[in-house]
T-cell receptor
Framework: EAGVVQSPRYKIIEKKQPVAFWCNPI?????LYWYRQNLGQGPELLIR????????DSQLPKDRFSAERLKGVDSTLKIQPAELGDSAVYLC????????????FGPGTRLTVL | QKEVEQNSGPLSVPEGAIASLNCTYS??????FFWYRQYSGKSPELIMS????GDKEDGRFTAQLNKASQYVSLLIRDSQPSDSATYLC????????FGQGTELSVKP
């Protein structure tokens, strides 16, 4: 069984530029999460999807961050414009069913904003 | 603010010893708890989940939960150098809340 797939693995951009991250969850997993992990910290939830519906986006900085999961499978997280403080690893995770918190993480995208 | 607290370490143990990792949480509504292992530069990997008070064993790993004390622990028996990683504790009362992780170093 393939795991969670993310791309790109690394991204370096200048501040004020846009950036997008893509995630394909484990097949059959309806719940998808985007997390941000800063160095030396645990992951922090940005947004959770149940199928195509964003059910928890309370921690998503909506002035510059957006996300979509149009067909309830793949998801894209976008930052526009990026700021220096956005440098972090962006992790996508999925779980098999609503209410399950046994989450499986993708390899992450390491973003560096210069 | 719901919190999960871990000692950031580093915790250093000799090969073959028992490593004990601890975690406390503030949200009494948390029902399920998880331990993730994260190697340097890699993403978190789920290694244990525990939902009820007591112990849960899986190979060399034992998770312990005490809801009255709001305390979760992970014991690693016969520690190996390959166990050297950061261990993240997470609790869920709906949303998964992670601690900052404990760095474990197992010395040959």
């Amino acid at each position: 069984e393939a795991g969670v797939v993310q791309s790109p693995r690394y991204k370096i951009i200048e501040k004020k530029q846009p950036v997008a991250f893509w995630c394909n969850p484990i097949s059959g997993h309806n719940t998808l999460y985007w997390y941000r992990q800063n160095l030396g910290q645990g992951p922090e939830l940005l947004i959770r999807y149940e199928n195509e519906e964003a059910v928890d986006d309370s921690q998503l900085p909506k002035d510059r961050f957006s996300a979509e999961r149009l067909k309830g499978v793949d998801s894209t997280l976008k930052i526009q414009p990026a700021e220096l403080g956005d440098s972090a690893v962006y992790l996508c995770a999925s779980s098999a069913r609503t209410g399950s918190n046994e989450q499986f993480f993708g390899p992450g995208t390491r973003l560096t904003v210069l | 603010q719901k919190e999960v607290e871990q000692n950031s370490g580093p915790l250093s143990v000799p090969e073959g010893a028992i490593a004990s990792l601890n975690c406390t949480y503030s949200d009494r509504g948390s029902q399920s708890f998880f331990w993730y292992r994260q190697y340097s530069g890699k993403s978190p990997e789920l290694i244990m989940s525990i939902y009820s008070n007591g112990d849960k064993e899986d190979g060399r790993f034992t998770a312990q939960l005490n809801k009255a004390s709001q305390y979760v622990s992970l014991l690693i028996r016969d520690s190996q150098p390959s166990d050297s990683a950061t261990y993240l504790c997470a609790g869920s009362g709906g949303k998964l809340i992670f601690g900052q992780g404990t760095e474990l170093s197992v010395k040959p």
